[in-house]
Nanobody, 120 residues
């Protein structure tokens, strides 16, 4: 059973920065892709940034230039550095890890989420 534990969320003013962390209970090389997703009430969960096992990254258009996803394999941790935060970045941010192979009905894991609130 893989567990993902997010941390680093909080309340910041517009223009501020946050660094989210996601610590996995297994080697992050176990996963084909890891990433950050966010969700606000009434909307679908959406990808913010993803990082493939091979190191490729992708970002939502809304955060390009402001967010950077990275990893520390030795610590089994991925990060999301968010700069110049905007009120529309307010959401519950989830860490996700996608497995290489589907195991039964499981093809990935989700963390519990960490709240990011951007408000003056």
């Amino acid at each position: 059973q893989v567990q993902l534990v997010e941390s680093g969320g909080g309340l910041v003013q517009p223009g501020g920065s946050l660094r989210l962390s996601c610590a996995a209970s297994a080697s992050i090389s176990s996963f084909s892709t890891m990433g950050w997703y966010r969700q606000v009430p009434g909307k679908e969960r959406e990808p913010v940034a993803t990082l493939s096992n091979g190191g490729s990254t992708s970002y939502a258009d809304s955060v390009k230039g402001r967010c950077t996803i990275s990893r520390d394999s030795a610590k089994n941790t991925i990060y999301l550095q968010m700069n110049n935060l905007k009120p529309e970045d307010t959401a519950l941010y989830y860490c996700h890890a996608k497995t290489w192979l589907r195991v039964g009905r499981v093809d990935g894991y989700w963390g519990q989420g960490t709240q990011v609130t951007v408000s003056s």
